[in-house]
């Protein structure tokens, strides 16, 4: 187990990062009056109802809400003009018997929240059908992952 948070386990799979269970909420788009639209990767989300995407709280970005997380620093999948980044970060989550490989485009939830992964507003839906679970149960797997344990600067 690499996480001490018993609230969300990760576990090393090969070059992969498994996260068996987490609790996963969505995030953006326009039903979201919380959020401005902006993401670290420089996609917004509102006005675009089919982006899927996820968010991940990832080590080395200075945010105080991630200190402590277990994922490792990496690239975001969109570049800040949201061009593709091919060494960015991939999940795929599992909710049930559906699965989706998607790019992870934002930083978070914050630790406090106990939420291991947010969605966007289609990915959620694709998962439940409507935004009024509001949480949901998921698992997820961060494509090479592994690969990058160790190597953030300063990111406890």
């Given at each position: 187990m690499l996480s001490p948070l018993d609230w969300f386990p990760v576990v090393r799979s090969g070059d992969d990062l498994l996260v068996p269970r987490a609790a996963a909420t969505w995030f953006g788009g326009d039903a979201d009056p919380d959020d401005h639209g902006q993401t670290a990767s420089g996609v917004p989300t509102k006005g675009q109802p089919t982006l899927l995407g996820c968010a991940l709280p990832l080590a080395g970005?200075?945010?105080k809400g991630l200190?402590?997380?277990?994922?490792?620093?990496?690239?975001?999948?969109?570049?800040?003009?949201?061009?593709?980044?091919?060494?960015g970060a991939w999940a795929e989550v599992?909710?049930?018997?559906?699965?989706?490989?998607?790019?992870?485009?934002?930083l978070g939830p914050a630790l406090r929240t106990r939420h291991g992964i947010d969605l966007t507003v289609a990915a959620f839906k694709h998962f439940v059908g409507d935004l009024s679970q509001g949480?949901?149960?998921?698992?997820?797997?961060?494509?090479?992952?592994?690969?990058y344990l160790g190597r953030e600067k300063g990111a406890a």
């Open positions: 970005y200075g945010l200190r402590g997380t277990p994922l490792p620093m990496m690239a975001l999948a969109c570049t800040t003009t949201a061009l593709p980044n091919p060494d599992t909710c049930g018997l559906l699965t989706l490989k998607l790019p992870v485009i934002d949480v949901i149960t998921v698992s997820y797997r961060l494509i090479r992952g592994a690969l």
